[in-house]
């Protein structure tokens, strides 16, 4: 029995390994990497969820944890791999973290200050995964746009110029007025007073989650077609179509 509590934390925790190492390849540069290790923290992010309401061994440590494994996985990474694409776009920028210099004085920095704007969006999904664990609202649905989906929002760009590398894509991911602005707009989505729909499955039955069997066909579809380009016409689908149900429950 002890052993079946845990199986949902061990979930977490490999979720919070994947942050962790997502994390050391987003400061070394290697955003691919990092974009790798955030889907997979993200893959099990969803599935010690599933795990707990299965087993039936939910608890506040475990929602707990899964706060803490987020802000690494969903908040951390996305706000570096903001502040690597900010200071390729910034004038002045570096290519990469291996031109810093480590034998600089203390108070030198090689890289534009305007770029620890990126930061903001790990302050903004701390305030966020805070706000939900104490919000009694967000039990069958979210209020703002959950940390995961604005990660894979932010982790989608560096995949785009890696494997999309399209010349009006690549220009636009690296206008450094683009990537301040989807900043502030990721920041104020993570806690916004919008109500969306959750991917959490109570039941397999189809009528009460037509809304949620119709987006993962919707999704796979897009990525089929467009691969790492649907990410983002995906998340912005999410936010369009709960603003359509106004939030209201699935099973309703």
Same mark, same amino acid.
């Given at each position: ?131 939900? *664990? ?40 690296? *206008? ?14 993570? *806690? ?16 009460? *989650? ?43």
């Amino acid at each position: 029995m002890v052993i079946k509590r845990q199986i949902p934390n061990f979930i977490t925790i490999l979720n919070l390994l994947c942050g962790a190492l997502a994390t050391i390849f987003a400061v070394q540069g290697n955003l691919v990497m990092a974009a790798l290790f955030v889907g997979m923290g993200i893959f099990f992010d969803y599935f010690d969820g599933m795990a707990a309401r299965i087993l039936d061994v939910k608890s506040e440590m475990g929602l707990q944890l899964d706060s803490l494994a987020d802000m690494i996985t969903s908040g951390l990474v996305p706000g570096i791999v903001m502040f690597q694409l900010l200071i390729r776009a910034l004038p002045g920028g570096i290519n990469s973290t291996s031109e810093w210099d480590s034998h600089s004085t203390w108070w030198e920095w090689n890289f534009p200050v305007l770029a620890l704007i990126g930061l903001l969006i790990a302050a903004a999904s701390g305030y966020r995964l805070a706000k939900f *664990n104490v919000d009694e609202r967000q039990t069958d649905s979210f209020i703002g746009l959950p940390t995961p989906a604005n990660a894979l929002l932010i982790l989608s760009l560096p995949l785009i110029m890696a494997y999309q590398p399209h010349p009006i894509a690549v220009n636009l991911i690296l *206008n450094e007025w683009f990537l301040i602005g989807l900043t502030l707009v990721s920041c104020y989505m993570l *806690n916004a007073e919008i109500p969306l729909f959750a991917l959490k499955f109570s039941d397999w039955s189809f009528k009460p *989650n037509k809304l949620r069997y119709f987006f993962i066909g919707y999704c796979l579809l897009l990525v089929i077609l467009f691969q790492f380009i649907a990410i983002p016409v995906i998340i912005v689908s999410y936010v369009a179509l709960s603003l359509i149900f106004r939030g209201k429950r699935i099973e309703e």
